[in-house]
């Protein structure tokens, strides 16, 4: 049977559509300027048929994950060393807090001086997009963990790197994957910040060759998708390892 869960979520984007047909067929606004849910799909599937979502959706992504891999990374390396010795977290801490709150658009005007109008760059600023989220993220859940587990470990005989790795990490994963959804969503956001300003091949490029070319379908067929994208990562990769921590730690 389907579960009441999926038959909330099927009323729920159903009166979407629904109302946004209605709006549609009011024509408050030119038809290319809001379109209706059927003109947004055939845009969709039109892209995909010629490959040019695709390629913008396999650019875009390569640039991504290069992106948040290289700041998972660093991002916990510099949270594990900010929790563990006083004197980076009283120096370094208060720049990386302030630096989190700096939107990333705001690096590239550096982006642009320090590797040019290229493929490094936008690398670059997502990196720097996610970065602060996740040192963050993992500097409180490590500053935060109970001292009780802490002294368990040490008491059964865990020091040192075991005792990182076997106790403390372990503990201190949930509010860590937390922190990593957070970073994924800023990587994206600082993604599409540079794809958008640099114009080069990918899913900004075609959002912003929508907004040149007063294609509001192509817009929102690219917005669509990107939403669709960040689902299916919440649910297939993030949902699954919450669940596996909480299978193999406990909640």
Known sequence: MIQKKTVKQIIFYSAILA?????????????????????????????????????????????????YGISIVLGGLLGLVMSKFKTVEDTL???????????????LPL?????????????????IGAL????????SAVKNLPQLYVKAGRNMGARRFRLLIEVIMPAAMPPIISGLKQGWSFAWRSLMA????????????????????NDMSQVIAVMITITLISIFTDKLIFGRIEL????????
């Open 19 to 67: 109302l946004w047909q209605i709006v549609a067929m009011l024509k408050i606004w030119p038809p290319y300027l809001f379109p209706s849910p059927l003109k947004v799909f055939d845009t969709l599937v039109h892209g995909f048929m010629d490959t040019t979502f695709i390629f913008g959706i396999i650019i875009s992504m390569r640039r991504l994950l290069i992106g």
């Open 93 to 107: 801490g208060g720049l990386v807090l302030g630096l989190q709150t700096l939107p990333s658009i705001c690096w």
């Open 111 to 127: 982006a642009l001086l320090w590797f040019g109008l290229n493929e490094k760059a936008i690398i670059f600023i997502v990196i």
């Open 132 to 139: 602060f989220s996740v040192t963050m993220a993992t500097y």
């Open 194 to 213: 540079g794809e958008l300003l640099f114009l080069n091949l990918g899913l900004g490029y075609l959002l912003a060759m929508g907004r040149e070319l």
């Open 244 to 251: 596996g921590i909480r299978r193999r730690w406990g909640p």
